[in-house]
C-alpha cells in the first residue's frame, strides 16, 4: 500500500533501483497465494524473500507490501509507517487517519479478524496500481493472527492506519485490490487528488466527490 494520497511523492523517479512491482491485470494479483510450509520458513530463500519485501517497500516508498506484489504466489506480508512518511501530512489528517509510526512486522499466513463496528473512509493507494488513489471503507480495528518471518505465532490487535494497511495487505494475497473496494466516484490520479484535496477533512472530500 502507498502512504495515502495527499502526501504521496513521485514515488517512480526515487523506486529506480528497487525490484520492480507487479503492476494490476497480472494473473498473479488476481488468484489466491498460497501458505508458506514449515519447510519453506526455515530455509535461507525465505528469509531472502522478506528481506527483499521489506527493501521494496522502502524503496518504493510504500507503508505495505504482500509477496504477489513481487511475483510470489505466498502468503506474506510486510508493514512499517515511518515518520518520514507521517510527516508530510498536516496535524488534521494524522489524527483523523490515526496513523502512527511503528516498526516493520512480517506476518507469515496472517488470519485477519474485523473488531466491532466501527469503519473508516480515507484515500489510498497500491504499488500495483501506480500513480492512482480511491476512497476505501475499512473496519477501524482488526485483529491479525499468523507467525512471524521466523514462524513464531504472533498476534496484533491494532485500530486506525496500521489496521487500514494490513486489511490492504491481506486482500492482496486473496486476490483482491482496493479499487475491487473503492467508492469508484473517488478514483483518481494521485496528482488531482493532492490538488484537490490535500489537507481537507474526509467530510468535505466526500461532500464535494457527491459521496
Ligand atoms: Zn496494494
Known sequence: MTPPTPETTTAAASASEAPSIVQTGAPVLRAPAREVTPAELA????????????????AAPGVGLAAPQIGVPLRVIVLEDRDELISRLT??????????????????????????????????????????????????????????????????????????????????IDGTLYIDRMLTRSFSTVDHARERFAGQPIAEIRRALGL
Open 43 to 58: 530455509t535461507p530463500e525465505f528469509a531472502a524473500l522478506v528481506t527483499r519485501m521489506i527493501e521494496t517497500m522502502r
Open 91 to 172: 496535524d488534521t489528517e494524522r489524527t483523523e487517519r490515526e496513523r502512527v509510526p511503528f516498526a516493520p512486522r512480517v506476518f507469515v499466513n496472517p488470519v485477519l479478524t474485523p473488531i466491532g463496528d466501527e469503519t473508516a473512509t480515507f484515500f489510498e493507494g497500491c504499488l500495483s496500481v501506480d500513480g492512482f488513489a480511491g476512497l476505501v471503507e475499512r473496519h477501524l480495528e482488526v485483529e491479525v493472527r499468523g507467525l512471524d518471518e521466523h514462524g513464531t505465532p504472533q498476534t496484533w490487535r491494532v485500530r486506525g492506519w496500521p489496521a487500514r494497511i494490513l486489511q490492504h495487505e491481506v486482500d492482496h
